[in-house]
């Protein structure tokens, strides 16, 4: 079984940064995959960011240049840097790992973006 926690949601004004935190626990030698996922209210949960232990990093169409995903293998943690911040970027924003056939959420962490 894998743990995932995230930190460093809140409220920023819109052309902001935050960066995100999630660190990993429990079995996370199975996690090759690991990435960022993000739901607004009223839809769907949709894909921000995926890096994986070894390959090429894949981007959402709608942060590429402004999001950066990176992974810190030693700390068991996986960032996401959200630089010139829109209002549609309000969301909660879950980690995700993926550990086999398994996917493994975090609670997630509120974003929001005011004007």
């Known amino acids: 079984h894998v743990q995932l926690v995230e930190s460093g949601g809140g409220v920023v004004q819109a052309g902001g940064s935050l960066r995100l935190s999630c660190v990993a626990s429990g079995s996370i030698f199975r996690c090759n995959v690991m990435g960022w996922y993000r739901q607004a209210p009223g839809k769907q949960r949709e894909l921000v960011a995926t890096i994986p232990r070894n390959g090429r990093i894949n981007y959402a169409d709608s942060v590429k240049g402004l999001f950066t995903i990176s992974r810190d293998f030693a700390k068991n943690t996986v960032y996401l840097q959200m630089n010139s911040l829109k209002l549609e970027d309000t969301s909660v924003y879950y980690c995700?790992?993926?550990?086999?056939?398994?996917?493994?959420w975090g609670q997630g962490t509120q974003v929001t973006v005011s004007s």
């Open positions: 995700n790992a993926i550990g086999g056939t398994t996917n493994y």
